[in-house]
């Protein structure tokens, strides 16, 4: 991947939610640029404790000096200081080619002017290369910047530019199938060096989708425009517009991701890595997974759903997390009900669930008094191995 080295911009070290360190492509760091973005495929991941040893054996020509010199070799530092069921998050950003950004918004305005059409082939063009840069993984429709999730408006914009300018074609597919779209937004073309699979006969990814290298698709497993799906993924039905799913998380039949294109400020449906979402389960309106998070089959967690937390004595919900309150309904049958809000969040997105999170179905009281269904936390999980027992014995508690 030296090839995509020159195009990095910088590699932001995320803990918690806050950037501790920050790589940059200038000159006395490409070696460490290097190492890190080997470390997670070129795209946003997580570094943990065997990832920190491979680290280090790429950097074992200065690892003495780093020990014997604390503070002189922070990088390196950093991997020295991950231990078992500890991780950080390495968040890669590229640098945006020349003036791709400033065309996206010039021709944003023409579109809403009703004036695209003046400069079609220029339009055209520019289109084309954010759904080019997205395919590659390299443009984003939302990316954490500053270490918060953020949307990055001018590039669904670059996406909205190719409604207007495509015609409704026919596609004929195998066996005579037929469907109809916009001929700026066809299913991609594979080529077989993607290095993920599309299994037929009923999967596939649509134009400015992006999916990581071991990622697998089953029927119908599909990706909408924007949407990136991390390595190592798999996809057995539908990850919506501008879903970013994180690595080696697992999105089961019946599952469905939202999608958000418009409005282009909202922020959309976010999976961290080592997600399971079981059979039939969902997320909408810009819920976000953290790491590590199960949903239990028929679990679907939308921005009007809070998510009862009793191990934390909290609810989490779309205007942040809230205190939660317990009723004893008799022979240690218990439900709960949501309080005032702790700590307030945008509200324009659902809510955030906590990393190693096992969600399943429960019911909470209404305002009206009414019993509602309503996903609750019945343990944290620090490892992947712990998930099948762990998801197993909730359901039957």
Request: proline share 5%.
């Amino acid at each position: 991947m030296k090839h995509k080295l020159e195009r990095l911009e910088k590699i932001d070290i995320v803990v918690n939610g806050s950037v501790i360190n920050t790589i940059h492509n200038v000159d006395g760091k490409k070696l460490s640029l290097e190492i890190f973005a080997e470390l997670v495929g070129y795209d946003n991941g997580n570094i943990d404790y065997l990832k920190a040893q491979k680290g280090l054996e790429l950097y074992k020509d200065y690892i003495e000096d780093s020990k014997a010199n604390p503070g002189k070799h922070p990088n390196i530092d950093l991997l020295l200081n991950i231990k078992e069921d500890t991780y950080i998050k390495a968040v890669v950003h590229y640098k945006i080619p020349g003036d791709l950004k400033e065309r996206v918004e010039a021709y944003t305005s023409l579109k809403k002017e009703g004036k695209l059409n003046t400069d079609r082939t220029g339009a055209l063009k520019t289109f084309n290369e954010v759904m080019d840069l997205l395919e590659a993984g390299e443009l984003r429709t939302a990316q954490i910047i500053d270490g918060k999730w953020e949307a990055n408006t001018w590039v669904k914009n670059g996406i909205m530019l190719g409604f207007p300018l495509g015609d409704i074609v026919v596609y004929s597919g195998s066996s005579d199938i037929n469907f109809t779209d916009k001929e700026t937004f066809p299913v991609r073309k594979l080529t077989g060096t993607e290095g993920f699979r599309v299994v037929p006969p009923a999967a596939g990814l649509r134009r400015g989708a992006f999916a990581g290298a071991g990622a697998v698709f089953m029927p119908p497993g599909y990706a909408n425009v924007g949407a990136h799906v991390g390595m190592g993924t798999m996809v057995e039905n539908l990850a919506g517009s501008c879903a970013q799913i994180g690595r080696d998380s697992h999105i089961s039949a019946g599952a469905i991701i939202g999608g958000v294109l418009d409005p282009v400020e909202a922020t959309p449906v976010i999976l961290g890595d080592n997600v399971l979402m079981g059979e039939g389960s969902g997320v909408t309106q810009g819920t976000r997974l953290g790491d590590l998070v199960t949903l239990a089959p028929g679990v679907h967690i939308s921005k009007a759903t809070p998510v009862l937390d009793p191990i934390n004595g909290v609810a989490y919900t779309s205007a942040g997390i809230a205190k939660l309150i317990e009723h004893e309904l008799g022979k240690g049958i218990k439900t709960y009900s949501i309080g005032e809000i702790i700590s307030k969040k945008d509200p324009s997105y659902g809510p955030e669930i906590p990393d190693g999170a096992l969600v399943i179905p429960s019911t909470s009281v209404s305002s009206q008094g009414v019993l509602k269904t309503t996903p609750l936390i019945a343990k944290y999980i620090k490892s992947p191995s712990e998930r099948a027992y762990a998801l197993e014995e909730a359901l039957r508690g």
